[in-house]
């Protein structure tokens, strides 16, 4: 190997992890992305199989990186999974399906190379989150609950990891033009009362996600943390990851809920 730092973005076949990874190589570094099924190499990214939901999965994808790099400097926590379903209409099955990926994958995936890093005494993983992670969105509501977690976990493991000289960052963006609401989970069940702002909800997120900024705002914002060498443990990424937490925390309570109603055209 080079003396290129080593990068693994996980869930990188499309979307934000396929943007991701190949302007971190854009910039320089030797990036290795990773799918649930195999897929082609991108331009310069090398796709590694990996279920985040697997612990053997991991244990095979990191192990067999490891042999070849000897070392892991960057881990970009992306893979990702979202869905559209009110919360009484989303079984609880569903929700740990959520769960395990957004959440328990990050988990898992960090803690097997958390030994490496310890040893490197040096690293930096970076988790990616959501203005959801910050605020509560209607009809994503365990999308949203799983990013709430992922703070808080990023938050306590950015402390635990400062003897180790190993830095988390948490990425929190808007609405962008990606695809990854072309894979959101559907309800499990359907109750009639929901009909109208389940419609309503479903509509106003399709049209924020069409009208969003430019998702390479989100790669080349990741590539500057990586490269920061003092970097901070929250970033937000798009003009609605900047202003909606703002009003969140200046506005009574009252008022930002009927904002927000508003925003989405909620009666």
Known sequence: MTNQKVVLVTGASSGFGQLIAQQLVAVGYC???????????LQ??????????????????ISGLL?????IDILVNNAGQIHASMI?????????????????????????????MRQQRSGHIINMS??????????????????FALEGYSEALSVELDPFNIKVSLVEPGYFKTNFNQAMLQPTVTHSDYDAIRDVI????????AQGDNPDK??????????????????????EAQWLP???????????RFGARKRLNLP
């Open 31 to 41: 990036v290795f992305g990773t799918s649930r099924k195999e897929h082609p190499a």
């Open 44 to 61: 310069g990214v090398e796709m590694l199989r990996l279920d985040v939901t697997s612990d053997s999965s991991i244990e095979s994808c």
């Open 67 to 71: 042999a070849r790099t000897n070392c």
């Open 88 to 116: 009484e209409e989303t079984s609880l099955e569903q929700a740990k399906e959520i769960f395990e990926t957004n959440f328990w994958g990050v988990v898992r995936v960090t803690n097997a190379v958390l030994p490496f």
């Open 130 to 147: 959501s203005v959801a992670g910050l605020i509560g969105a209607p009809g994503q509501g365990f999308y949203s609950a799983s990013k």
């Open 202 to 209: 479903f509509s106003s997120v399709q049209g924020a996600i």
């Open 218 to 239: 989100v790669a080349k914002a990741i590539a500057r943390i990586a490269s920061s060498s003092s970097p901070r443990l929250r970033y937000r990424v798009g003009n």
């Open 246 to 256: 703002r009003l969140r925390a200046i506005l009574p309570d009252k008022l930002f």
